[in-house]
T-cell receptor, first 113, second 115 residues
């Protein structure tokens, strides 16, 4: 099976712009989660989608949003970018049930200037 | 609340030496615990998982971890370190938030392997 794919791998944006990141999960996986990884804060949970519905959300401002399509592919959007949004954004997919084993993509490195 | 704590942000071992990376958990219910590895500029790769079946869990690349309820620990070990083991390692616990779940990660331990 193909693994989790994320596009683009690298992105440079300017403050105030918006960005959309894409994630394609492993075939058959219905759950997609997004994480932000920074040197200072580590790995932080953004949100999870399951069958096109957001069923879990972390403590991030409303500028961070996401969606999931019927084929389980997911996108996350960040509006009005800030310098602090520079991070590695990781997507993970799982079947959705216990034990909640997640498989991660390579990430999208976002740099905000 | 469920959480994990990784002791030691950096660990250095010689090639061939024992690798021991420490993780302690806090949970009021039987936890599901995971170890992930992250190589530079890559995502996280699942090394092994504990799901209450067996307390000694074997994973990929020769790693294993033992669940010790009395010590609330889930330390990761490997008998003999290889240069290729140099990476960052994350311990994680599954948190059940009612109708959903998420993983909460520790702060990570960077493993350095020297000749």
């Amino acid at each position: 099976k193909a693994g989790v794919t994320q596009t683009p791998r690298y992105l440079i944006k300017t403050r105030g712009q918006q960005v959309t990141l894409s994630c394609s999960p492993i075939s058959g996986h219905r759950s997609v989660s997004w994480y932000q990884q920074t040197p200072g804060q580590g790995l932080q949970f953004l949100f999870e989608y399951f069958s096109e519905t957001q069923r879990n959300k972390g403590n991030f401002p409303g500028r961070f949003s996401g969606r999931q399509f019927s084929n389980s592919r997911s996108e996350m959007n960040v509006s009005t970018l800030e310098l602090g949004d520079s991070a590695l954004y990781l997507c993970a997919s799982s079947l959705g049930g216990d034990p909640y084993e997640q498989y991660f993509g390579p990430g999208t490195r976002l740099t905000v200037t | 609340a469920q959480s994990v704590t990784q002791l030691g942000s950096h660990v250095s071992v010689s090639e061939g030496a024992l690798v021991l990376l420490r993780c302690n958990y806090s949970s009021s219910v039987p936890p599901y615990l995971f170890w992930y590895v992250q190589y530079p500029n890559q995502g996280l790769q699942l090394l092994l998982k504990y799901t209450s079946a067996a307390t000694l869990v074997k994973g990929i690349n020769g790693f294993e971890a033992e669940f010790k309820k009395s010590e609330t620990s889930f330390h990761l070990t490997k008998p003999s370190a290889h240069m290729s083991d140099a990476a960052e390692y994350f311990c994680a616990v599954r948190i059940n938030t009612g109708t959903a779940s998420k993983l909460t990660f520790g702060t990570g331990t960077r493993l350095q392997v020297t000749l």
